[in-house]
T-cell receptor, first 112, second 116 residues
Framework: DAGVIQSPRHEVTEMGQEVTLRCKPISGHDYLFWYRQTMMRGLELLIYFNNNVPIDDSGMPEDRFSAKMPNASFSTLKIQPSEPRDSAVYFC??????????FGEGSWLTVV | AQSVTQLDSQVPVFEEAPVELRCNYSSSVSVYLFWYVQYPNQGLQLLLKYLSGSTLVKGINGFEAEFNKSQTSFHLRKPSVHISDTAEYFCAVTAHASGGSYIPTFGRGTSLIVHP
């Protein structure tokens, strides 16, 4: 089975530009998570969805960040406008009714 | 609320030596516990998990962990490490309660560096 698929794997963009990260969860999984990983803050949960509905977005750092899940097989994380401090690795992950979370390979974002 | 503390940010060790990566947690309810591994430039993947039953849990790549409820610990061990075990290791805890959503809390990670 295909795992969690994220795109792009690497993104370099200029400050002020819009960034869209994409995620395809594992088929049949009903939870989807967006995490951010930095050296300073470690792994942070930004937002998670259950059955396509956002449940907790308290980890979203500010209004520049938004996430959507229009259907069970696709989610986006958007940053508009982007800033250099947004540079990080962004992980999408999904889970079925059990407890194991499956992570994608990550999207490496650099904002210059 | 739940929390996880990984006591060592970095653990250097020589190849074929034993290793222990420490993890302590706090929670007011029963927990599920996990260890994930992150190889360079990759996502996290599950090493092992404790849900219930035997407190000694065996995972992939020869790793094992022991759940100690009285000490609120879930330390990860391997009797003989390889160069290929060099990676970041994350401990995670999920508090399970009736009607809960089982969202895990991750530790800050421990970087295992295996020297030849």
């Amino acid at each position: 089975d295909a795992g969690v698929i994220q795109s792009p794997r690497h993104e370099v963009t200029e400050m002020g530009q819009e960034v869209t990260l994409r995620c395809k969860p594992i088929s049949g999984h009903d939870y989807l998570f967006w995490y951010r990983q930095t050296m300073m803050r470690g792994l942070e949960l930004l937002i998670y969805f259950n059955n396509n509905v956002p449940i907790d977005d308290s980890g979203m750092p500010e209004d520049r960040f938004s996430a959507k899940m229009p259907n069970a097989s696709f989610s986006t994380l958007k940053i508009q406008p982007s800033e250099p401090r947004d540079s990080a690795v962004y992980f999408c992950a999904s889970r079925s009714g059990g407890n194991t979370i499956y992570f994608g390979e990550g999207s490496w974002l650099t904002v210059v | 609320a739940q929390s996880v503390t990984q006591l060592d940010s970095q653990v250097p060790v020589f190849e074929e030596a034993p290793v222990e990566l420490r993890c302590n947690y706090s929670s007011s309810v029963s927990v599920y516990l996990f260890w994930y591994v992150q190889y360079p430039n990759q996502g996290l993947q599950l090493l092992l998990k404790y849900l219930s039953g035997s407190t000694l849990v065996k995972g992939i790549n020869g790793f094992e962990a022991e759940f100690n409820k009285s000490q609120t610990s879930f330390h990860l061990r391997k009797p003989s490490v390889h160069i290929s075990d060099t990676a970041e290791y994350f401990c995670a805890v999920t508090a399970h309660a009736s009607g809960g959503s089982y969202i895990p809390t991750f530790g800050r990670g421990t970087s295992l560096i295996v020297h030849p």
